[in-house]
DNA sequence: CGATTTATTGCAACCAAGTTGCATATACGG
DNA sequence: CCGTATATGCAACTTGGTTGCAATAAATCG
């Protein structure tokens, strides 16, 4: 273990941080503990995390509730996650790593319970036609709001 | 009607009240100035509005801001309005008149400018199939957000 | 018409989410 | 290691929205 640390072969968990680390540095932003704990986070979560999310997750980390939104926003700026306002007047943050699936996709929110499920790219299709922008088709974001297979 | 009463023909503005008057008193809520007010320019927006925007149009009115935010959520809860966040954070209310052309429909928001367009109802599918709700196609709003066609 | 009942309003206080200013700390290139 | 630009913590502030309560005014009924 001391070995590992000392640079032999690094464990996953080490490799995985330095990763987050290249991406961080790449995109022109330090990697600071704040920064690595909120994108490993994010790459972990299966669906869109919120603030407050992440504020309770982070908990006891000591790390500032105000950090944390500048993190969320500073790594959307550059690209590295994607924010969206679901439809529930909660902003929440996805990374945006585009391999392990993770190009934008639309949601689903049930308006009964709440919860949220990420759909397929090909599982909306936007019709051509007058009155709708023609760029609709190339659409950024989509949301869908309804009643989940639960509660309906 | 008082108008009747009076042996004249009621004018056109008069008419039009009686009927928001008489569609609010059937929704089991009282017809106030303060709620004449909001429905009737929630009627003839052409797009959703938000308090924000009742709260400049009504300016001179005199009705209070909180006023305007209960009228909002009881009109909402009765449903003769509709409220959704077109995924700006923004609570936007459009009468849910189902007559002339008002009824459930998917909204676009242009994310550069701001500019939001109703779409109609026939303009998005949303495909049958595995990790898709089957009520997500039974969808109660759907909301798209790109760039408009003066914008891309 | 009043008088009575009950929903609605105004106002002030409150709250939660998010932002900003600034002094201090720290990541990182040299 | 140092110097410097970036990031953080903390407090103050802003914005959008809610709540309690006393005063007001729709509706109902005789
Ligand atoms: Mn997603
Ligand atoms: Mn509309
Ligand atoms: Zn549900
Ligand atoms: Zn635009």
Excluded at 29 to 41: D, E, G, I, N, W
Excluded at 46 to 60: F, G, I, K
Aim: overall charge positive; some cysteine.
């Amino acid at each position: 273990m001391i070995a590992a640390v000392k640079g032999r072969h690094p464990t996953p968990a080490q490799s995985k941080v330095a990763a987050l680390r290249s991406r961080l540095r790449a995109s022109g932003l330090r990697a600071t503990p704040a920064r690595l704990a909120v994108l490993s986070f994010l790459e972990s979560a299966s669906r869109p995390v919120s603030h407050a999310d992440l504020v309770e997750a982070l908990a006891d980390s000591g790390i500032d509730r105000v950090t944390l939104y500048r993190n969320l926003t500073d790594l959307t700026q550059v690209g590295l996650v994607r924010r969206a306002d679901l439809g529930d007047h909660v902003w929440r943050f996805e990374s945006a790593q585009s391999k392990s699936g993770h190009a934008e996709h639309p949601h689903f929110t049930c308006v009964e319970c709440g919860e949220i499920a990420c759909l397929s790219e090909a599982s909306v299709r936007i019709a051509q036609g007058k009155g709708i922008p023609r760029s609709a088709t190339r659409a950024l974001e989509i949301q869908i709001r309804g009643l989940c297979d639960r509660c309906s």
